[in-house]
């Protein structure tokens, strides 16, 4: 910034984007943990890397019976008691690094990072699939008011009476054991879109709310009347011009809601309605290692704090990114306190 | 006051109808097989089917069906076809452990959440409220595996400080309950302390600076009295709704904490039920659950309406 030659100039002409990326360039914790989720992003992107070229295995390929050699000389993955061997690090030139998971011997290290892509993948296609359906909500209830508004705010004030855990569990245990049929499309139980259509929607009140409560106050605003009087149809104001006014509201509850939802995740795939094996996941696999937690913890403790790094990663670049896009940050804690449902409830 | 008590508590009956309703589709239409099947468990024969069927009336229209559901689960007379016994009294069964957990890490967190941002309100911006900060966000992310995990295996298996969980009778013997119910509740407790002490910090900061204190502080008060009296006491309400909301939603089953610390709840039963996909002890938790979500949720806003009695005016007044 400051060498640019006038400052001045450019800053009077910076667009709202421009002057948030600036302030969010300054903030050195937001960037920071923006940095560790590049990191944990880039970890599980090279989940084939490590698997095919350093460890010689896959995420479910079974050593129960093998041996290996660890720094010369020969151990057993699983020993005769069922205990999984420990991490080895580069021991066995990159073989079962952090270990063997259990009883079946798979390679822990090559399971944590394809476990992490589903997870990752989960919590962002849920957390687009929420803020979609509600932007469209809220642009709604809040655009045409009267009864529409009635019928969603009604729906969403049922939906938020749930607990958010007992939704997703109610829907998770009904949809894993019966599949899910609408129209043509049809799911069978295993799937992993049956976990992100239920993650993805019962977080949507959380979001719809808020959103509506601004589409109201912004429908009042003089460039809706503008709009109005220049012939513009509802379409065209709904997206046009109420939605560019939301955009940064819609980013930051974006990024809060992956975090959210991938605690979500891993609770269902503990509880076993969430993801299905053979598909891993970080929650999965909490799930299998919190049964070895006395003898072997780390089953448990790496998925876990993986998950943790996460979802801690997400939320406080979200809160950075909450701070650069709206300075004032008055809404700060009451957008936070409407995000601290669903999570509040995970236990 | 008991005007607006009743449009409450009228207005939750009328959530409580909804809510069961929503049950109703989730167990028994929106899934494509058939429901007395995925009921009837993985040991089903077609006789036991059957009887389910005509047991549950899933020959019946779909209204007749809810009132079917509704009256078995109310009247105590579910059946789960996994375990063969009766559902409500497994829940009922569950109800000590699931409250002395809930109400115990309840108290827990209240306290020490009022005491954190009472303090960080005024030491705001100093190294306490710095660190409480922190605390707060990695409460928030903290998935509770990692944190139980992290207890059991430092506190429990290497150490033997503290038993893992298991619970034991109040009445039995009191010392042991509490002793056995400790990591359950600091766990429970540290998941949302930090979250309460932010909104109580950032609900004292904004009341610091109302007319009223400013005139509390020209009466001469000290420094405490205005804290205590003024701004902490008209800082209280959101507290006390999220309060509600909490620990309904936890009374209707803290399942991932039972289950981990084997305390034989109405968590721990839901958990047992999850995990051999048995689906009537679900449905009933479920619809349970929510209820007392409803009404506890209901009961915060009118403990708020009397603490703070600007709420009945905003509320008649829409």
Not at chain 2, 19 to 37: E, G, H, M
Not at chain 2, 153 to 165: A, M, Q, R
Request: hydrophobic share 50%; glycine share 10%.
């Amino acid at each position: 910034m400051a060498s640019e030659p006038n400052a001045e100039a450019a800053l009077i002409g910076s667009s709202p984007w421009r002057l948030a990326w600036r302030r969010l360039r300054r903030d050195r914790v937001a960037l920071g943990f923006l940095g560790l989720f590049v990191l944990i992003v880039a970890f599980v992107l090279a989940a084939p890397l490590w698997a095919n070229d350093v460890a010689h295995t896959g995420p479910d390929k079974t050593h129960t019976l093998e041996k290996i050699e660890v720094n010369g000389e020969q151990r057993e993955v699983v020993n005769r008691e069922g205990k999984p061997i420990g991490p080895v690090g580069l021991g066995a030139g990159g073989k079962f690094f952090l270990g063997a998971d259990g009883r079946l011997g798979r390679d822990e290290m090559v399971r944590l990072m394809y476990g992490g892509r589903v997870s990752l993948f989960i919590g962002i296609v849920s957390a687009l699939i929420t803020v979609f359906l509600a932007t469209i909500l809220g642009l709604l209830a809040g655009y045409y008011r009267g009864w529409t508004d009635t019928v969603i705010a009604r729906t969403m004030d049922v939906i938020w009476a749930f607990p958010v855990m007992l939704l997703a569990i109610a829907l998770g245990l009904s949809l894993a054991v019966g599949g899910l049929r609408i129209g043509p499309l049809h799911l069978s139980g295993g799937s992993i879109w049956i976990p992100i259509l239920i993650i993805g929607g019962v977080s949507v009140p959380y979001i719809a709310r808020p959103l509506r409560g601004q589409v109201f106050s912004l429908r009042e605003k003089e460039f809706v009347e503008a709009a109005v009087a220049q012939g513009a149809g509802p379409l065209r104001i709904m997206f046009g011009e109420l939605l560019p006014n939301l955009s940064s509201t819609i980013i930051v509850f974006f990024t809060l809601t992956i975090a959210n939802n991938m605690l979500l995740e891993a609770a269902l795939s503990f509880l076993g309605v969430g993801v299905q094996p053979p598909s891993t996941s970080w929650g999965t696999m909490i799930a299998g290692g919190f049964d070895l937690l006395s003898s072997a913890p780390l089953l448990t403790i790496l998925p876990s704090t993986m998950i943790l790094l996460t979802v801690l990663s997400v939320n406080v670049f979200g809160d950075g990114l909450r701070d650069a896009l709206d300075p004032n940050a008055k809404l700060r804690l009451e957008a936070h306190a409407g995000m601290s449902e669903p999570e509040g409830t995970a236990v | 006051m008991a005007r607006f008590a009743l449009r409450r508590l009228l207005g939750m009956v009328a959530v409580l109808f909804a809510v069961s309703v929503l049950t109703f589709l989730i167990f028994n239409v929106i899934p494509s097989s058939d429901p007395a099947q995925r009921m009837a468990g993985k040991s089903a024969t077609p006789r036991l089917v059957a009887s389910i069927t005509e047991e549950w009336g899933f020959d019946d229209p779909l209204p007749q069906q809810y009132l079917t559901m509704m009256k078995k689960i109310f009247s105590g007379d579910v059946i789960s076809y996994e375990g063969r016994e009766n559902v409500d009294e497994r829940i009922v069964e569950g109800i000590p452990a699931t409250f002395s957990l809930c109400i115990g890490a309840a108290a827990i967190w209240m306290f020490f959440g009022i005491l954190f941002g009472y303090l960080s309100a005024v030491r705001a911006g100093g190294l306490l409220d710095r660190a409480l900060t922190v605390i707060a966000v990695a409460g928030i992310s903290m998935p509770v595996f990692w944190l139980a995990a992290i207890f059991l295996n430092y506190l429990t298996y290497k150490t033997e400080i503290f038993p893992s969980g298991e619970y034991v009778e109040l009445v039995a013997d009191p010392i042991e309950w509490a002793y056995h119910l400790i990591l359950p509740w600091t766990t429970l407790a540290i998941l949302y302390v930090g979250f309460y002490s932010r909104v109580l910090r950032s609900n004292m900061l904004d009341a610091m600076n109302e007319d009223y204190v400013r005139t509390a502080r020209a009466k001469g008060l000290s420094e405490r009295q205005v804290m205590g009296r003024h701004v902490l006491r008209n800082s209280l309400g959101p507290i006390v709704t999220l309060f509600g909301l909490d620990v309904g939603a936890l009374l209707g089953g803290a399942i991932l904490i039972e289950a981990i610390f084997s305390l034989n709840g109405i968590g721990q039963y839901a958990y047992e039920s999850l995990i051999n996909t048995d689906l009537p002890p679900i449905m009933a938790i479920v619809l349970f659950g929510a209820f007392f979500v409803v009404l506890f949720n209901a009961l915060a806003d009118i403990a708020y309406a009397y603490l703070d009695p600007r709420v009945k005016l905003g509320s008649s007044a829409q």
